[in-house]
Each structure stands twice: as structure tokens, then as C-alpha cells.
């Protein structure tokens, strides 16, 4: 197949892999820990912003990884 056939070709939807779950969410939670730790503890305005910057980072780092 050349380089042309391939531009005619169907399109094709690429499949993330469950390594890119795991991975997103262990960012996450790490995102969120390391955000309780700077904070000095489990302050209520430290897990709000802990819990977005997790979610955050978690979602950016599955659909990325393709």
C-alpha cells in the first residue's frame, strides 16, 4: 500500500489502550496527594483545588495519550 492508498482509505478510529487509564489516573491521584502535602494538610480549599487539578491533569493525560 502507498503513501496515496492511504489517503483514500476509510477512516479509522484509534483505540486507547487501558494503559492510558491506569496512567491518567495515577496522575490524578498523585496530582491530588502532592496537592494535600504542599497544603500541610487536608484543609477544605487544598482537597477543592487538589480535587480539580487532579481531575484535570487525569482527563489531559487519557485523551492525550492516544
Known amino acids: 500500500m502507498t503513501s496515496f492508498d492511504k489517503l483514500n482509505a476509510p ?15 495515577a496522575c490524578g491521584v498523585a496530582v491530588f496527594v502532592l496537592c494535600l502535602l504542599l497544603a500541610g494538610g487536608p484543609v477544605p480549599l487544598a482537597v477543592t483545588i487538589g480535587l480539580a487539578l487532579g481531575v484535570a491533569i487525569a482527563l489531559w493525560v487519557r485523551l492525550a495519550d492516544l
Open 11 to 25: 477512516p479509522t478510529r484509534l483505540k486507547r489502550s487501558r494503559a492510558s487509564l491506569f496512567g491518567g489516573i
